[in-house]
């Protein structure tokens, strides 16, 4: 969690001040971290060796003609490579037909007889010739040790392959039980009083006895299936139970006794929502005690993609302690923009990040801490810091390479990605237009801008420091496009990111000691004021870093977890095949399929979203007229509308996950005397109107153009 703020201005830059987290011992705080350290490295590890196994394929090949062949010792052919083809003719002519065989027409014409056995001959040959080949370059040290590498790479690959499904279970599992310990699973209110905690823990101890159950129930169905996998499945989930009868007993000390039932239910996870309506459904309805867990297949399918979701937080959760985006902002800070034309710069910026993250949360998750904290130093009031951060990421989703595109195009072949990219420019252009022209109705202050002549020489020395991050990064980048031959792109982005900042970090920090000591020296000389306390280490931020991701992984991947399940309800039961097939004119099937799909935003994570409505909501739009491209555009914006809506508002909860409690407290209490009903919810209004605007345009101005010319 971010660290509070004064409550007069923006805060002082601290972003290590999490770096030593005094309230666990040593020994819970490596329990805490180690695992998902481990898991998240072994993702990165398995990643890694696909491509340097490929790149030690294709060098083999450069290396050793036919190196396929090389790869594994030969055994010597049985057959015989000169053969007497006139023998054999003259043999096969002289057998008479089977007069019992109803499919034998006698002996073979001699001349195709012929060619067949010359052919034989040659395949013949030509096996002997590779396994002499193969004989003499396998008896070299060099070619031995080298297949050694490559094999053992492979092996490694084929490991973090079959391993992927499992990495993933265990990343859920664990992080939803540090979560579920420390009380940080995602609600639209944090649990306060002891009637809170209590009915908190005890949705979520029935939702886990659910899921063992099904768990259960499932392993015993799949016999043939992967045991070890089901296993998985019902121990984590009962670990989850034991944890949540754990905080049922264990109220917080600090808790108060207010006993509003309302509150209360407030507290309760999202996911066990998700989880009630689906364990009744499948319990009840279809009696089918197996049926939630089935589900989960979906979430295993496309492993690589969720698990790329916990590296990404870990890239944020890093970056936020680092100085990178405090020395970024010190860009701008000597030209005196006003707060308001800072936000249209973070927002705008945050477009392509988010486009390599895959969804709009997952970037308000991993790096919506880092906004919201610079935000305010730059001296952005409260409720426009929490609304341009919780929409910090849903521009993005429709630019080139976001992986919900790549979804959508993969799993309908009427669009293609070139097509959702290539209007996505557009949708993005519009939405940026429209978020300027809101922050410029609503600012505070009149636009200003610093004289070039002084501003510049100031931006100039503040990119000085910027150099050895920049450095860093593009050598990372390098190293895997020439040695590996892997692209920066939205496959290896994963992979590369976190490695990136590592040594981002590890600069960072040693950075940090050495400004340190040189202000230590400048004081021992009366130079300069004696420095704060010396900067936590590499190790330190990095442990925290970690700490903060367990935590934040959980708290979305089990809301996935459970979306995904609840998904299933949703195309099982039947309720979206009461959606009329034919919805009247185009006019009122767009206008219907955006309620629609604002709803389905509301209430589930993007890719869970994205495959109910390929398999239900898709099919009726095409039907009723409406073109694929234009029709996925929709719902990428109605969506984001959804992520930002109430009742749920899933990335103003993420945005308050990262940020805190006390700044949403501070925020509401900052802006509770305004007179005007736009300043005292700016944080959910503005976020609204911007993307409602967005949707109504990118819904219906396709018509009237279709409409009018």
């Known amino acids: 969690m971010a660290t509070p703020y004064s409550e007069t201005g923006p805060a002082p830059s601290d972003p290590h001040a999490g770096d030593r987290p005094t309230q666990y011992s040593r020994l819970r705080s490596w329990l805490i971290t180690l695992p998902t350290a481990v898991l998240l490295l072994l993702a990165i590890v398995f990643g890694t060796s696909a491509f340097i196994h490929g790149q030690l394929l294709s060098l083999g090949g450069h290396i050793w003609r036919d190196y396929n062949v090389l790869r594994a010792d030969m055994p010597k052919p049985h057959c015989n490579p000169n053969p007497d083809i006139a023998a054999r003719v003259k043999k096969a002519q002289q057998r008479k037909a089977d007069s019992d065989s109803l499919f034998d027409a006698g002996p ?13 001959r040659q395949e013949c040959r030509q096996s002997f010739q590779f396994y002499r080949y193969n004989r003499k370059m396998t008896a070299t040290a060099t070619l031995r040790a080298f297949r050694a590498v490559e094999l053992g790479v492979g092996r490694i690959n084929s490991i973090g392959q079959n391993w992927q499904p499992y990495i993933l279970v265990l990343l859920i599992l664990f992080g939803g039980a540090i979560a579920l310990a420390l009380a940080e699973q995602i609600a639209l209110r944090p649990p306060a009083s002891r009637l809170d905690h209590r009915v908190s823990a005890g949705m979520q101890l029935a939702t886990h006895l659910a899921m063992t159950v099904s768990a259960l129930a499932w392993a015993r169905l799949d016999g043939g299936g992967d045991l070890l996998l089901d296993g998985g499945w019902a121990g984590g989930f009962a670990v989850l139970a034991g944890v949540a009868a754990w905080r049922l007993l264990r109220v917080p000390g600090n808790a108060s006794n207010e006993r509003s039932v309302f509150h209360a239910a407030l507290s309760v996870p999202l996911y066990c929502w998700l989880a009630l309506i689906s364990i009744l459904y499948f319990f009840c309805v279809e009696r089918y005690l197996a049926g939630p867990v089935i589900q989960l297949t979906k979430m295993i399918r496309f492993a690589d993609l969720y698990t790329s979701i916990g590296l990404y937080v870990w890239v944020g ?27 249209i710069i973070v927002v705008l910026a945050s477009a392509w990040p988010t486009a390599y993250t895959g969804a709009s949360g997952i970037f308000v998750l991993a790096i919506g801490a880092v906004i919201y904290q610079e935000l305010r130093i730059a001296g952005t009031y409260r409720q426009l810091a929490i609304a341009s951060t919780a929409m910090s990421g849903s521009m993005g989703v429709v630019l080139n390479p976001c ?12 669009v293609t990605t070139d097509q959702l990219y290539g209007w996505g420019l557009y949708v993005f252009a519009l939405s940026a237009l429209l978020f ?10 009149r636009p200003h801008l610093a004289k070039p002549d002084a501003a510049l020489p100031q931006t100039l020395r503040a990119i000085v420091p910027l150099l050895p991050y920049l450095l860093i990064g593009a050598a990372v980048i390098l190293l895997y496009s020439h040695l590996l031959g892997q692209r920066f792109n939205e496959f290896s982005a994963p992979v590369i990111l976190p490695l990136m900042l590592i040594a981002l970090l590890a600069y960072d920090r040693w950075r940090a000691h050495r400004l340190h000591a040189d202000a230590l020296t400048g004081a021992d000389r009366g130079e300069t004021a004696a420095p704060s306390p010396a900067p936590a280490g590499f190790a330190n931020a990095l442990r925290a870093a970690t700490a903060e991701t367990s935590t934040l992984i959980g708290a979305l991947l089990m809301l996935m977890t459970l979306s995904i399940v609840f998904g299933g309800v949703m195309e099982r039961s039947g309720v979206m095949n009461l959606f009329p097939a034919h919805l009247g004119n185009v006019w009122e099937a767009t206008a219907i399929l955006v309620c629609m799909l604002v709803i389905i935003g509301m209430i589930m994570d993007p890719y869970g979203a994205i495959i109910l409505v390929s ?70 209004l503005l976020p609204m109107a911007v993307m409602a605007s967005s949707l109504l345009l990118v819904a219906f101005a396709p018509l009237v153009f279709n409409a009018v010319f």
């Not at 073979?108 to 034989?120: D, E, V």
């Not at 940020?659 to 736009?678: L, R, S």
Request: proline share 5%.
């Open 108 to 120: 073979a014409h001699p001349k195709a007889l012929r060619q067949s056995l010359i052919a034989q």
């Open 317 to 343: 959760m890093m970056l936020k302690h680092t100085r990178i985006a405090e020395l970024v902002f010190g860009l701008f800070r000597s030209w005196e923009m006003r707060p308001e034309f800072v936000v």
């Open 403 to 414: 992986l919900m595109v790549v979804i959508i195009a993969a799993l309908n072949r009427q």
């Open 436 to 445: 300027c022209g809101f922050i410029y109705l609503t600012r505070k202050s």
């Open 615 to 684: 398999a239900t909501i898709a099919p009726i739009a095409y039907h009723n007229g409406i073109n694929p491209v234009h029709f996925w555009m929709i719902v990428l914006v109605a969506f984001e509308l959804g992520y930002l809506s109430p009742p749920v508002a899933l990335n103003r909860l993420l945005t308050r996950q990262v940020v805190g409690e006390a700044e949403y407290a501070a925020a509401h209490a900052e802006a509770a005397d305004d007179p005007g009903f736009w300043r005292r919810h700016e944080s959910l």
